[in-house]
């Protein structure tokens, strides 16, 4: 893809407006030392703080700042898209607007790439995050490692930068479940990941609490992998062949012992066992079918308010 813009940087702003100016000032320095061409995409994703006003005196200001306004919250993973969308640089960073990505290390992201790269991947190997926080983001990531077969690194987010071949790649993933860097990694390409600074949270707060981080596993697992509806299968046959067992085990103490088969108790135990069983694969096949649901309605990713620059 043929491009006047060389570098492009996308970051999704949510709960950080103090950040903004500082961001566009750092932002600037840097990609002025790698090229005359480059635009910076900030999304806002309905922030409660209105950054939307510091954004719109950004780009009324710098022509390079593009800026997007969604109609209302969609989250981080959906704005990251409307960013990528727009995104015509033949390399594209992706970012947080926390400053907890220090703008500063794109230099090395970018002179990595230059070594025939597609993907690089900044590696915070010492994370200034809570201690609940990175805990969080290691479970996040083990669970997901296992239901989805894939390798994941906690030290890994979204920073980064991607060729234009990958972006038109991931681009073309248009599935309700958004997670931008499980598709970076599934979609193949000659990637790296390289030592990276991580800063300390000098604005806001992050908006990832438990719960979302759940949600955000179960979407992911729900999304790329059937793992889930084999292990109820693997489940279901190890039932029914302890239950023969356990059957065969009672015929013989009938027969050779002479002991009296329980009742009530036993049995009591077993339908509950089982019923509950059978509820939590229901369940599990419930949800696929939610996704499924989901899909069909075929409901654009996000919807844009207004642009400016675009």
């Known amino acids: 893809m043929s491009s006047s813009v060389h570098i492009s940087v996308v970051s999704p702003i949510y709960g950080c407006k103090e950040s903004l100016k500082e961001l566009h000032s750092r932002l600037v320095k840097t990609l002025c030392q790698l090229s005359d061409s480059f635009e910076i995409i900030l999304v806002d994703d309905a922030c409660p703080q209105n950054s939307w006003e510091c954004i719109e005196a950004l780009a009324q200001s710098d022509t390079r700042v593009k800026a997007i306004r969604l109609s209302r919250n969609f989250g981080q993973h959906y704005a990251i898209?409307?960013?990528?969308?727009?995104?015509?640089?033949?390399?594209?960073?992706?970012?947080?607007?926390?400053?907890?990505?220090?703008?500063?290390?794109?230099?090395?992201?970018?002179?990595?790439?230059?070594e025939g790269y597609e993907i690089v991947f900044g590696k915070r190997v010492e994370r200034q995050d809570?201690?609940?926080?990175?805990?969080?983001?290691?479970?996040?990531?083990r669970v997901l490692e296992y239901f989805t077969d894939t390798k994941h690194d906690n030290t890994i987010a979204n920073f980064g930068i991607y060729s234009q071949k990958v972006i038109q790649t991931i681009n073309r993933y248009r599935e309700q479940s958004r997670d931008f860097l499980l598709f970076a990694k599934i979609v193949g390409f000659k990637k790296t990941e390289i030592e990276i600074e991580?800063?300390?949270?000098?604005?806001g707060k992050s908006s990832y609490n438990?719960?979302?981080?759940?949600?955000l596993a179960v979407d992911s697992i729900l999304s790329h992998s059937n793992k889930p509806l084999r292990l109820t299968i693997q489940w279901g046959f190890f039932i029914?062949?302890?239950?023969?067992v356990f059957a065969f085990w009672l015929v013989l103490r009938y027969f050779i012992y002479d002991t009296p088969v329980e009742g009530w108790t036993s049995l009591m135990v077993s339908m509950f066992f089982l019923f509950g069983l059978l509820f939590a694969v229901l369940g599990i096949v419930g949800l696929y079918i939610g996704k499924i649901f989901d899909e069909v309605k075929n409901r654009p990713l996000y919807i844009v308010k207004e642009t400016i620059n675009l």
């Open 240 to 244: 029914a062949s302890s239950s023969l």
């Open 130 to 141: 809570s201690f609940f926080k990175r805990l969080g983001s290691l479970v996040f990531n």
């Open 198 to 203: 991580h800063a300390q949270r000098a604005y």
């Open 210 to 215: 438990l719960s979302k981080l759940i949600r």
């Open 81 to 114: 898209t409307a960013g990528l969308d727009n995104a015509k640089g033949e390399w594209v960073v992706v970012m947080d607007c926390d400053l907890q990505d220090k703008p500063e290390e794109i230099a090395k992201l970018y002179a990595k790439a230059q």
